[in-house]
């Protein structure tokens, strides 16, 4: 099948130096010269005529008058700038500076949460053990972290709870069971 439609003429091969034979395709035929119209002339009503350069609207009203600029005296001397105090040390406890955050407190926490990813029964009572600890620190020396403290504290006992809990079950279920299943009757 040709992708050539019907009654269409086909080109014909090129010659050797590229070219064409002179009747590949015909002629295309003339354009016809587009049509000459000038645009609407506009309404002589619908605008008003372009105001004139310098002219002002009278219904503006004249400037007002201004008097001359008030006399400013001459400005006063400024002295030299006064002396500042050097800059604080780095880490010196100075303005700006915000308070420690108690290291113990942040240990409570992550074992408190280590408890129930890693190890379930000795996190909660290191977390329960240093948020204890943690928090008499933090009421004698006023450093940041009572939140962490108590976090870690509350997260290391509910860990613990939950964790004597799945050992009584686990007995619970673990005892009956071997008891049962280890002794055959002849």
Do not use: C
Request: aromatic share 10%; no cysteine.
């Amino acid at each position: 099948m040709s992708d050539n439609t019907s009654g269409a003429p086909t080109p014909e091969p090129a010659d050797q130096d590229g070219s064409t034979s002179p009747s590949a395709y015909p002629p295309p035929a003339a354009y016809p010269p587009p049509a000459a119209s000038a645009p609407p002339a506009p309404d002589a009503g619908a605008y008003p005529p372009p105001a004139q350069p310098g002219a002002t609207d009278p219904s503006y009203g004249a400037a007002p008058a201004y008097g001359a600029p008030p006399a400013y005296g001459t400005p006063p001397a400024y002295g030299t700038a006064p002396a500042y105090g050097s800059a604080p040390a780095y880490g010196s406890a100075g303005y700006g500076t915000a308070n420690k955050t108690n290291t113990l407190a942040i240990v409570s926490l992550i074992a408190s949460i280590a408890s129930f990813v890693i190890v379930p029964f000795i996190g909660s009572i290191v977390g329960v053990i240093t948020g204890h600890m943690a928090l008499g620190q933090i009421k004698r020396t006023g450093e940041e972290g009572r939140g962490l403290a108590l976090a870690g504290t509350i997260i290391g006992w509910v860990g613990l709870g939950l964790s004597i809990l799945g050992l009584i079950l686990f007995f619970a279920v673990l005892i009956p069971l071997f008891a049962t299943v280890g002794y055959t009757y002849s």
